[in-house]
């Protein structure tokens, strides 16, 4: 028995797992890993060689990143203001850091 005190009130456990659980190696599962992460390129290489056709390659990567940039600041804002608690924590920060970025880089 190993003796636990880490963050909770001391307990005992046992050393090794009694039952030792069987070793998934998906992500989600086989079906929706095969659709997700194998077929999503087999559908994006295609789609990539129509569009530079009609756009150049500066344009499709513009597309790329700001959809790209989207999808990861919008949770970050979504969290920063909307979450009362942390805004008022940080309250002067997520004020006054879009105004400096904005006279900084305009």
């Known amino acids: 028995?190993?003796?636990?005190?880490?963050f909770s009130r001391p307990q005992t456990v046992p050393a090794v797992p009694a039952a030792a659980s069987r070793r998934?190696?998906?992500?989600?599962?086989?079906?929706?890993d095969l659709i997700l992460y194998v077929c999503?390129?087999?559908?994006?290489?295609?789609m990539f060689i129509l569009a530079q056709a009609r756009?150049?390659?500066?344009?499709i990567?513009?597309?790329v990143a700001a959809f790209g940039a989207m999808g990861?600041?919008?949770p970050g804002m979504i969290r920063a203001y909307g979450d009362r608690a942390?805004?008022?924590r940080f309250k002067w920060r997520f004020i006054f850091?879009?105004?400096f970025l904005v006279v900084v880089c305009v």
């Not at 756009?55 to 344009?59: G, H, L, T, V, Y």
């Open 40 to 46: 999503t390129p087999l559908l994006l290489v295609p």
């Open 72 to 74: 990861h600041h919008l």
């Open 55 to 59: 756009w150049s390659a500066e344009d």
């Open 97 to 99: 850091a879009p105004v």
């Open 1 to 6: 028995m190993q003796h636990i005190t880490a």
């Open 24 to 32: 998934n190696l998906w992500i989600l599962d086989s079906w929706r």
């Open 61 to 63: 990567y513009l597309f």
């Open 86 to 88: 942390l805004f008022q």
